[in-house]
């Protein structure tokens, strides 16, 4: 078992007059080498959740788990540590930095390391060639189409060369022939053994044949999981 | 290490170029940083120059002066005081000076006229400054008239114009021979304006002034060392009003750089969410924008230094010379000698580049110890 997550519940401004708790005690797990979706209508947590499990915020209560190793008490320190070497992110409005280009904000994520600059230019040439953007290399990301955006997204959520790919709302700005095409990527990245968490109300997700296991939220609460 | 060093050059790459994305905004700041730092460095480099200047034009001046006092107010000296003087221990050399001001109504201008020391002049010419030559438009061989206190008048040929190079002290310094200055004040033979004393033993100096005090009780000595710490406290003072004069852009750019810093936009927070979010630790977020600070001040300091470094000693301080100089009417034109003091550097540096670092950093720590999540949200 790849992620375990055990009672977990997320409360945003605890103690206030606008308490809310956007998760309920989820039980449920993620098998390694598999493409997961998180199903559910805006508001039910996916984004939440997704957020938890990839240690951009910490649970209220509750455990995760990720192979042997229990994340969800981990200081900040630790956390950025597993981010960095086990997550990679596609947000849903991609989060690409403007002003930068494709090259540059794919190579972001891995300036912390120190690499050598030859070996992180490879790594990143590598991707821009297998997604097909190896032209726009040098392009200003404000310049690019929404699919274009969205493999650069995924480019930069590879090069640490990460263990889980969480995407939330991948196909959200993208057109159906996009989303499919998004699909395919997925699934490449799954046989190339990659696991891959996708948080989706779009049929096209998670209908796709791609998508192994199935879960659906509804108000913070797991109400089916599929296999 | 090597991989520490990259990772740093791989941050300062992604400052330079949020710095030049934000291109508009970075050089509006860099323009009034550089512009304060300017001011107030031309000012501390200007005063201490003076300073400095003062201090070495003294060098050789008497260690003691000796004034005569009658109801508080100065009087002439008379000769016989020499005498006296003449018996304490420690006095080497001593000498009556006659000098005073002299008011042009012509230029509305004070000059001092002094004796010309060892230098015989002929009774009827003088040697004159830099600064009364240029205000009344004189050259060699032209004639200045001067009326006496008794009303007469005299005319003294330009005989020879006092070095640029002393213009500071010499500006408005007028040389006769000491009849014609006994003649054009109506000073009696037998007295002196002044005495000047000469003191082997440096550190005996205190103790000539206060014997002389003991045995001549009408007489005030003034030291040398007194004289520069009066020069010291006019620049100080100077330098003072100055600093409460900028006191109001200083204000304006402390609240332009802290709102800069302190208030962050909510790209710049989404920015430090994305970073943390793809991998970067909080220290790496805080290493970037250190460096961001860091540019904009450094750079911001070094060129603001250069430029008063040129205004002071290639312009002559052209911006604050009237509040500066101090002089009525006679501004001397001199070229000051280039001293950079390194306790006044780090001062400046103390006061303008540092809380500037730390308003940009405080901000910054504060969001990226926030969850990714909640910051981007």
Redesign the interface.
Known sequence: MLIQLTDVRKVFNQGKANEFCAIQGITTHFEANQVSCLKGASGSGKT?LM?LI?C???PTSGRIQLGDRVISGLP??FL?EV???TFG?I?QRF?L????SVL?NIM??A???????KNLKARADRLLDQFALANKSDNMVEWLSGGESQRVAIC??LI?EPQILIADEPTANLDSQLSAEFMGLIDELRKAGKSVLISSHDPAVFESNVIDRLVELHDGCVVSEDV | MISFLRKHKYLIDYTLSTLVRNKGKSFALLTVYTLIIFMLASVMLFTHALRKEAVSMLENSPEIIVQRLQAGRNALVPEEYLQKIGKLRGVTQKSGRLWGYYYDPAVKANYTVMTAGQASLPITEIIIGAGIARTRGLSLGDYLTLRSQSGEAYSFKVSKLLDRKSELVTTDLLLMSPLAFRRLFDIPEGFYSDLVLSVRNPREVRKVAEKLVLLLPDSRPILREEILRTYDSVFSWRQGVIFVLLMGSILAFVIFAWDKASGLSAEERREIGILKAVGWETSDVMRMKFWEGAIISLVAFLLGYLAAYAHVFFASAGLFESVLKGWAVLYPRFQLTPIVDGLQLATLFFFTVLPYILATIIPVWRTSITDPDAVMR
């Open positions: 939440t957020s990839g951009l915020s910490r900040e320190r950025t981010r960095r070497h992110f947000f989060n930095i403007p002003g930068l540059e972001l994520p300036y912390p390391q120190g690499l050598p600059y930069r959520a640490n």
